[in-house]
């Protein structure tokens, strides 16, 4: 076990091999709030050395066929889950998420991430058409791209960077990609495994470091064709302004206010249990995370009362405990965000039933000053407070009454995102018209979170630009090319 004052200090992985870095960024284990680790603080100089390791690279791994790129992603898929636990441990560490949940979610679906494209990549179909009267024949081809760069967030470390890592290698492109900067451990993991999975040198680089100065290196890279990014629409902004002089492709999975509706026939069992999970998974800090709950007017008092209690057993602490539900906030900055926005919705006439200022968590004495936070339920905030608009990007949700469908469609609707909703009703004719009015990316009806990886995945308004999965990941990672042959 290493020594307290020893710190983990990684290193870039470039052209298949771990290059040090002349300066770091602390990196902090959220449970504790100590650093315990030290991330490479990259810039312009090794994106460039990635960059061309890529492009070195690009020539022989687009011309493997299919089926070759394939076997390994199958074996790094086999890897990752060779080294599920090492893994998991390492992601709730690094991210403050609990060992339950980074073992039954995050890490299982960072190796299916890899085998579900090494399949996928082998199912795709090219157009045809025939112009007799021409003499022609027409089909297409879809050809890799060329250096991806991959930019992933914090809140899922190795699920949603694994997410673009393997649509990107298994069309034929390398990728040059950079993990958040407080979360890189099991990035960095991941890069061990590359050359025993037959990851050829330079397909794979990754650049650890901050956005303003890696992130901006790569998204400028003139040799870089197309960018994905998953994080903050603020952040998007930025990359769309630095890549707009080289015409780049964008895939841009960004951030949601996500609504559920629940109507008076609802299955208020499953409704309950379902939306408390959805609210607070993840210490809430995933994009599709339900942030506002609007509630038939009808059974408000039953809904709320039985969610209040739920939510009340969905126990935060120490994420080595198998008994916890949540772990802690990714940093002492967000906590006090989060933080804010209680505290907002107090000012404004809001009232606290659970969680931040109304019940106290008992934490080990390790555990004394982590970044964490219980399951808050609020409500009596206007639709038109930042509380109900912004981002909270925490264990904070708000309930609020309606009367009508179209009074709760409206509402749904009524802020700039528009990423994921769900709508509880026994209704099936309510829940098939709603989710055509609901302006979301994806809508689910009383469940949440079932995911068919072969459909597309991404949201409307300020939520994104772009859809991810099977053929939509595999059309942002290919250029199509349209070819006549005149016999």
């Given at each position: 076990?290493a020594?307290?004052?020893?710190?983990?200090v990684l290193?870039n992985?470039?052209?298949?091999?771990?290059?040090?870095?002349?300066?770091?960024?602390d990196?902090?284990?959220?449970?504790?709030?100590?650093?315990y680790?030290?991330?490479?603080?990259?810039?312009?100089?090794?994106?460039?050395?990635?960059?061309?390791?890529?492009?070195?690279?690009?020539?022989?791994?687009?011309?493997?066929?299919p089926?070759?790129r394939?076997t390994?992603?199958?074996?790094l898929?086999?890897?990752i889950?060779?080294?599920?636990?090492?893994?998991?441990?390492a992601?709730?560490?690094?991210?403050?998420?609990?060992?339950?949940?980074?073992?039954?979610?995050?890490i299982?679906?960072?190796?299916?991430?890899?085998r579900?494209?090494?399949?996928?990549?082998l199912?795709?179909?090219?157009?045809?058409?025939?112009?007799?009267?021409?003499?022609c024949?027409?089909y297409?081809?879809r050809?890799?791209v060329?250096?991806?760069?991959?930019?992933?967030?914090?809140?899922?470390?190795?699920?949603?960077?694994?997410?673009k890592?393997?649509?990107?290698?298994a069309?034929?492109?390398?990728?040059?990609?950079?993990?958040?900067?407080?979360?890189?451990?099991?990035?960095?993991?991941?890069c061990?495994?590359?050359?025993?999975a037959?990851v050829?040198?330079?397909?794979?680089?990754?650049?650890?470091?901050s956005?303003?100065r890696?992130?901006?290196?790569l998204?400028?890279?003139?040799?870089?064709?197309?960018?994905?990014?998953?994080g903050?629409?603020?952040?998007?902004?930025?990359?769309?302004e630095?890549s707009?002089?080289?015409?780049?492709?964008?895939?841009l999975?960004?951030?949601?206010?996500?609504?559920?509706?629940?109507?008076?026939?609802?299955?208020l069992?499953?409704?309950?249990?379902?939306?408390?999970?959805?609210?607070?998974?993840?210490?809430?800090?995933?994009?599709?995370?339900?942030?506002?709950?609007?509630?038939?007017?009808?059974?408000?008092?039953?809904?709320l009362?039985?969610?209040?209690?739920?939510a009340?057993?969905?126990?935060?602490?120490?994420?080595?405990?198998?008994?916890?539900?949540?772990?802690?906030?990714?940093?002492k900055?967000?906590?006090?965000?989060?933080?804010?926005?209680?505290?907002?919705?107090?000012?404004?006439?809001?009232?606290?039933?659970?969680?931040?200022?109304?019940?106290?968590l008992?934490?080990p004495?390790?555990?004394?000053?982590g970044?964490f936070?219980?399951?808050?339920?609020?409500?009596?905030?206007?639709?038109?407070?930042?509380?109900?608009?912004?981002?909270i990007?925490?264990?904070?949700?708000?309930v609020?009454p309606?009367?009508?469908?179209?009074?709760?469609?409206?509402?749904?609707n009524?802020v700039?995102?528009?990423?994921?909703?769900?709508?509880?009703?026994?209704?099936?004719?309510?829940?098939?018209?709603?989710a055509?009015?609901?302006?979301?990316?994806?809508?689910?009806t009383?469940?949440?979170?079932?995911?068919?990886?072969?459909?597309?995945f991404?949201?409307?308004?300020?939520?994104?630009?772009?859809r991810?999965?099977?053929?939509?990941?595999?059309?942002?990672?290919?250029?199509?090319?349209?070819v006549?042959?005149?016999h």
């Open positions: 076990m020594k307290p004052h020893s710190h983990l290193e992985y470039i052209g298949g091999t771990f290059v040090p870095c002349r300066s770091h960024i990196s902090y284990d959220p449970s504790t709030g100590e650093v680790c030290r991330v490479p603080d990259s810039g312009r100089e090794e994106v460039e050395a990635a960059v061309a390791a890529a492009k070195e690279a690009f020539p022989a791994w687009s011309q493997r066929s089926e070759q394939a390994v992603l199958n074996k898929a086999e890897l889950q060779d080294n599920l636990e090492d893994l998991a441990q992601e709730s560490r690094d991210q403050g998420k609990t060992v339950t949940f980074a073992r039954t979610v995050d299982p679906r960072s190796a299916y991430n890899f579900f494209f090494a399949s996928s990549a199912h795709h179909l090219s157009e045809c058409s025939q112009m007799d009267h021409m003499g024949l027409n297409t081809l050809c890799p060329g250096v991806a760069g991959l930019i992933s967030p914090w809140n899922l470390p190795l699920y949603l960077l694994t997410w890592i393997a649509p990107a290698i069309a034929g492109n390398t990728v040059v990609a950079k993990p958040s900067e407080m979360t890189s451990v099991t990035a960095w993991m991941l061990k495994l590359m050359e025993q037959g050829p040198p330079g397909v794979v680089n990754v650049v650890f470091g956005g303003p890696a992130g901006s290196a998204v400028s890279h003139p040799e870089v064709p197309l960018i994905s990014f998953t903050s629409t603020a952040t998007a902004r930025v990359i769309t630095l707009a002089p080289f015409c780049k492709k964008l895939s999975e960004l951030g949601g206010k996500n609504p559920a509706l629940v109507f008076a026939d609802a299955d069992d499953q409704c309950v249990e379902t939306t408390v999970r959805s609210s607070f998974s993840n210490q809430g800090e995933i994009c599709l995370c339900t942030s506002r709950i609007y509630v038939e007017r009808s059974i408000y008092p039953e809904f009362e039985r969610f209040v209690a739920a009340r057993k969905w126990k935060t602490g120490d994420p080595s405990d198998g008994a916890n539900n949540n772990g802690a906030l990714i940093s900055e967000h906590l006090e965000k989060v933080r804010g926005f209680v505290a907002l919705a107090k000012s404004e006439g809001g009232v606290v039933h659970c969680g931040e200022g109304v019940d106290e008992d934490l004495e390790r555990n004394a000053g970044y936070m219980a399951a808050t339920v609020v409500t009596g905030v206007p639709d038109s407070s930042r509380v109900m608009q912004e981002e990007f925490g264990p904070v949700t708000c609020s309606f009367d009508t469908e179209d009074e709760a469609v409206s509402r749904a009524g700039r995102y528009g990423l994921g909703a769900t709508v509880w009703s026994r209704d099936v004719g309510r829940v098939h018209r709603v055509r009015r609901v302006q979301a990316g994806l809508v689910w009383n469940c949440w979170l079932v995911r068919d990886l072969n459909l597309p991404g949201g409307m308004k300020h939520s994104g630009v772009g991810e999965g099977g053929r939509d990941s595999y059309h942002f990672f290919t250029e199509v090319k349209s006549s042959i005149k």
